[in-house]
């Protein structure tokens, strides 16, 4: 069983829609969560940095933790059609690894 | 703006050839990386390195090697290539300075293809 599971898609949704991606995980020992969007040919890019279970919001997109859970979430509203990208979750432990869920593609049509 | 140089986007090698693959970053990061990108698999730690001419093995060492003889330029070495290595190399850099240390910054990739 892999460590961080994140569904590969692809999510199709129309312009304007939120799109809703998460991602859970089997070790407890997870304190830091982020969230990584990668364009087409590209190298990906760091979209957002959480610690605590909670929100944090960033403009249109809004990361959630859930320890209790295992679960984190990205939301992002109102969206566009260049938010069509593969967004892969990740998170780090005390050893100081990160390990990445596989993706998932995301497709907004104008 | 932090730089991440990979010396090339597309590779295309045969079995059993040496492979190097470069990596160079500009912001004097400690931290360096090299990761291996597959569909349905994410991306998966090959070797890192923590500061010059150390090394420390990622999830998937076998069949690789990495160099680190300066703190801007870190090297994967595919020592006799195989098909089952043709994948997407992504190199990234972290600084041990920054409040979020595990940020990692990571260049373009670069595709490569064993026939």
């Known amino acids: 069983q892999k460590e961080v599971e994140q569904d590969p898609g692809p999510l199709s949704v129309p312009e304007g829609a939120i799109v809703s991606l998460n991602c859970t995980y089997s070790?407890?020992?997870?304190?830091?969560f982020m969230w990584y969007r990668q364009y087409s040919r590209k190298g990906p890019e760091l979209l957002m940095y959480?610690?605590?279970?909670g929100n944090k919001e960033d403009g249109r997109f809004t990361a959630q933790v859930d320890k209790s859970s295992k679960y984190i979430s990205l939301f992002i509203r109102d969206s566009q059609p260049s938010d069509s990208a593969t967004y892969l979750c990740?998170?780090?432990?005390?050893?100081?690894?990160?390990?990445f869920g596989a993706g998932t593609q995301v497709v907004v049509t104008p | 703006d932090v730089k991440v140089t990979q010396s090339s986007r597309y590779l295309v090698k045969r079995t059993g050839e040496k492979v190097f693959l470069e990596c160079v970053q500009d912001?004097?990061?400690?931290?360096m990386f090299w990761y291996r990108q597959d569909p349905g698999l994410g991306l998966r730690l090959i070797y890192f390195?923590?500061?010059?001419?150390?090394?420390e093995k990622g999830d998937i060492p076998e069949g690789y090697s990495v160099s680190r003889e300066k703190k801007e330029r870190f090297s994967l070495i595919l020592e006799s290539a195989s098909t089952n290595q043709t994948s997407m190399y992504l190199c990234?850099?972290?600084?041990?300075?920054?409040?979020?240390?595990?940020?990692?910054?990571f260049g373009p990739g670069t595709r490569l293809l064993v026939l």
């Open positions: 990234a850099s972290s600084s041990a300075r920054d409040t979020y240390q595990e940020t990692q910054y």
């Open positions: 070790n407890s020992a997870f304190q830091y």
């Open positions: 959480t610690y605590s279970s």
């Open positions: 990740a998170m780090i432990g005390s050893w100081g690894k990160l390990q």
């Open positions: 912001m004097d990061h400690e931290n």
């Open positions: 390195s923590y500061d010059v001419k150390m090394k």
